[in-house]
């Protein structure tokens, strides 16, 4: 071969491989998309700006109607219809009214401003808070408590409402509308457990309406604010929310009980109806249809109970009928023991 060929076929052969190697040159990496940016609560009180809004002669549940509207309408962080505006509950002082003295319509206001400025016109003053602005009394001191304490609160926390909408509804109307809405379940949960309250406050105790009108919000968090409306207290168990505004009834350590009652369903009975239902229940789901002991010590006085439970242990059945009746219950190894807490 001459020197001329040779100095082609090298040629060839650097083109050849220079092919190759531009062929297998990798692909440039592609940047990943930027995570889109969540707007904080304190982001939208100081950008939304408010064009005007009433500050005389009006109800404060009304002047917060206006704005809870405007801030959906003027809200321009997002440009998603459904997480527009901001949600705001009125804990105390709805019914107060602006004075007539406040003056002219207000103009061009950040919403964070028209907040603080209409709630000082009545001597209240908002919160910030996880998921909602909360209109209290100036010397309120109570602090809300994030802690999650059982699963079933856990579970409350995952499940998103995308809307909450009553008014003036009373606090046994506001407990139906929320167990009731299923909202967006966590996808964790192939079958989500069921959710149980328990009713034990005092008699004859005038509360405050419950009005809300929130958006995308726990149902924890919305169960928290109509419990604070009506000054109640929750607490959460393994299998119930207990709503109560009396002392904790303290009873000894039961021992679970493996029997899982589907239903329990009392309107208004008495003690030993619903011992009778509970002792019927167990026979009727026990492997050898045997019945569950219950003793009742004498001095138990007339009660009304009632309870609508789903998927709850035959003990902690128990122990809400006890607690809702006035009695600790207790386990002596072989029988539920009910004592009447004025005859400890």
Partial sequence: MNRSATVLSLLACIALAGGWFWRKKPAPM??????????????????????????????????????????????????????????IVIVAGGERKLPASSGLNMHGMPLAEALRHITGLVGLKYTVER????????????????????SLQNHMEKRILPTVQFQDASLEEALEYLLANRGCYDMGYKIPPPLNYALHLREGVKRTPISLALHDIPLDEALRYCAEISNVRLRYDPFAVMVTDLEDVTS??????????????????????????????????????????????????DTSISLDLKGIPLSEALRYI?????????WDGRSYVFTLLSSK
């Fill in 131 to 150: 998921h909602a602005v909360a209109i209290r009394e100036q010397n309120e001191p109570r602090v809300p408590i994030y802690q999650k304490t059982t």
């Fill in 30 to 87: 592609l940047e990943a998309p930027p995570k889109p940016h969540i707007v904080s609560l304190e982001e939208k009180l100081n950008t939304i700006i408010i064009p005007d809004y009433p500050t005389s002669e009006v109800a404060l549940e009304e002047a917060v109607e206006v704005l809870r509207v405007k801030s959906r309408e003027f809200d321009t962080t997002s440009a998603d219809s459904g997480i527009k505006g901001v949600n």
């Fill in 322 to 330: 006890a607690e809702l009746s006035g009695h600790t219950l207790a």
């Fill in 252 to 301: 000894a350590a039961i021992p679970p009980n493996s029997l899982i009652l589907p239903t329990v369903a009392l309107q208004g009975a008495t003690l030993a109806e619903s011992l009778d239902f509970i002792r019927i229940k167990s026979r009727e789901i026990s492997p050898d249809h045997s019945e569950v002991n219950i003793v009742v010590k004498p001095g138990s006085g």
